[in-house]
């Protein structure tokens, strides 16, 4: 099982989080609908998340200040309000304490990542504190945007940026993080300010000069965990055995489509297979997993699983067949019989799969001029 990957960056990071936020808000109305208790626990409880960067920020300010005026000891409140903000690490510790179990196959991972464990939960609690005043003004931020969206300009609410381009667009420059994490520096300074100006316990101030230490830092090392150094290829910081790992993925993958692109199915790959229970193949295909077809055939023979030869007679076949399907103004139904190629009803398009199609046929056009192979798709 292949998984699409994380944000690299941390901007990338912060502008999902936004989308998300922006999300959370946008559906505050269904607080008045006929959902289920559940979901609309859900939908607070999502909302509630958001806040409480905000409202955490705007405890450690008020603290302090009401020291100036009052005796009290302000460190427990202080330490109450970062604890709200680590306990979600805390949990897995626990979690991870109780519910550990040997022998337990990790999933199989290609880029340098922090084992799961009590040490990546301490460095995303860490993490979590040192970025808090940027995390609550991106969450002050999405929650006014959303508000104002919803109740004032009524545009963009579909707006939605794919964690793709978002990457493309976000840039993990030193100055960029500054720029985007200007409310820590400026956090970390009035802490300092505050500070200097009071007569705490020496473990309070301590702990608050602490505090600004790492809020004024934090730009430096996010900056650093998300900028890349490239210099080799990608496939080159692969072992021998993360190689080999994923030629043998690659491998299985084309046995699925080798064994069922058959006559009996007109060379079309049908869209899944069932191995629980009892083993079953399903007679229908769609418009992507035809895309999907042609391109595993080209990979085979760009791996080597097949030769020149058998690649060709494999094109051949599957787009023979392409040609005898039913269409609509040019466009390929959803779902066929692969036994009939009679379009399955309800007959309809699908921009999806469609789009999937095109997507495939592009990239197939891109590599199409390295092999005489490719040819064969024109």
């Known amino acids: 099982m292949l998984l699409d990957g994380y944000p690299k960056g941390y901007l990338s990071h912060l502008s999902r989080e936004a989308r998300w936020i922006r999300g959370d808000f946008q559906i505050i109305k269904w607080l008045k609908s006929n959902l289920s208790k559940l979901s609309k626990f859900k939908i607070l409880d999502n909302i509630r998340r958001s806040l409480l960067e905000i409202f955490a920020v705007l405890n450690i300010f008020t603290i302090i200040i009401l020291k100036r005026f009052t005796n ?63 995390k609550a003004y991106i969450s002050l931020e999405s929650a006014i945007i959303s508000l104002y969206r919803m109740n004032i300009s009524k545009m963009h609410l579909l707006e939605w940026t794919t964690s793709e381009e978002a990457e493309k667009k976000d840039k993990n420059s030193l100055g960029s993080v500054i720029l985007k994490m200007l409310p820590n520096i400026f956090a970390g300074l009035a802490l300092i300010l505050l500070v200097g100006r009071s007569n705490y316990e020496i473990y309070t101030t301590i702990a608050l000069y602490t505090l600004s230490f790492l809020f004024l830092i934090a730009t430096f090392v996010m900056w650093e965990i998300s900028h890349e150094n490239v210099r080799k290829k990608k496939i080159e910081y692969l072992t021998k055995d993360e190689t080999e790992y994923i030629k043998d993925v690659a491998k299985r993958t084309w046995d699925f489509f080798a064994e069922y692109m058959n006559k009996e ?44 030869e058998e690649a060709i007679l494999y094109l051949e076949n599957s787009l023979n067949t392409i040609k005898k399907l039913e269409r609509w103004n040019g466009n390929f139904y959803n779902w066929y019989n692969t036994k009939t190629l009679e379009p399955l009803i309800p007959k309809f398009i699908s921009t999806v799969d469609s789009g999937n199609l095109v997507r495939l046929y592009v990239h197939f056009e891109s590599i199409s001029g390295r092999k005489k192979v490719y040819s064969v798709w024109r």
């Open 72 to 134: 009290i000891n302000i460190f427990w409140l202080f330490l109450i309000t970062l604890l709200s903000i680590a306990i979600p690490s805390f949990l897995d510790v626990i979690n991870f304490i109780i519910f550990r179990k040997e022998n337990i196959k990790t999933q199989k991972k290609f880029t340098k990542t922090l084992d799961s464990g009590i040490t990546s939960s301490f460095y995303r609690a860490l993490i979590n504190i040192m970025t808090l005043p940027t």
């Open 265 to 308: 199915n007109n060379y079309l790959p049908p869209d899944n297979f069932q191995a629980s229970r009892r083993e079953k193949i399903v007679n229908r295909t769609s418009s992507t997993n035809i895309g999907l077809g042609l391109l595993t055939i080209v990979s085979a023979y760009d791996l080597k699983f097949i030769n020149l």
